[in-house]
């Protein structure tokens, strides 16, 4: 398994990181900015946590996980900046990044390109679309949903829910055998919590939206590699990807019950405990059978996919 201890440190230093620029861009008045900001602490706690723990992306990108970082996070960094400035501009730059993601990650791979040895094409030209056509709605509804209605129910209480599911799918991803696009996870995580506690003690505007928007691209995007290139079940990615939309729940009660942020973190829990568990189980069954114990080696499992 990977070190814990390199972990924790990755994870604290991105908190910190993320924490302090949230908290310098917070003192901004005017939206943008703060805006602005929200963005570019997430990118620093994402840059120092992977510097930590060496998993900086190959350039040229060589496979999935690489173009996630290189192409997929980048392209959405570079849309909520434009939404920053302009709300329209923005709806319309986060349509592209949910149009071009999952055909960006599958990239020359044997979804979708023929190779012509033993191992043929998975998916034909017309699942290919519809494949890609449903994906690229689920995100959109999803990303729609969580920033239309997060200054409605609690901006923070939403990018804290989004930290918790993406801290859960790193954990999840890494039972499910691939140690790298899991331990990928914890900085964007880390980032994250860190900027939703920055934002509590900002004194002028949170500027949360676009770290929440690229939050959910990269959730969208370490669960589609780890369910099509690792061994993440389809039910444990459905349950991660919904997890933040629960937390939307508690809007159907009425508003003078005072519990409702401490019920979205339960609820968006529920979800992300049970995909703990299920993993955890299969990860006991497959470590159990004879011989799983001694074949491969640390470097093995922690550069799967590389």
Known sequence: MPDPILIGKAFGASAAVAFVMALLFGRFSRASVAGAGGVLALAGAMYVGLCILGLLPHFPPREALDRLLLIVLPAALVAELIAATSKRAGWMARATIAVLAAPALLWDSLYIADHGGPRPQVWSPVQIWLIFAALAALLMADWTMLCRLAPRVGARTVLSCVAGTVLGASVVIMLSGYATGGQVGVPLAAGL?????????????????????????GLFGLLMIGRLFAGLASINAGLLFTAPLLGLLPELWPARWRVRPALRLVLVAIP?????????????????????????????????GK
Do not use: C, M
């Not at 860190?194 to 959910?216: D, F, K, R, V």
């Open 193 to 217: 919590g860190g900027i939703a506690l920055g934002s509590l003690l900002a004194t002028a505007n949170p500027g949360t939206e676009g770290a929440l928007s690229i939050g959910l691209v």
């Open 272 to 304: 992300v405990v049970l995909a703990l568990a299920l993993a955890q189980h299969k990860f006991a069954a497959d470590s159990s059978r004879p011989g799983s114990g001694t074949e491969g080696s640390l470097d093995d499992y922690t550069n799967f």
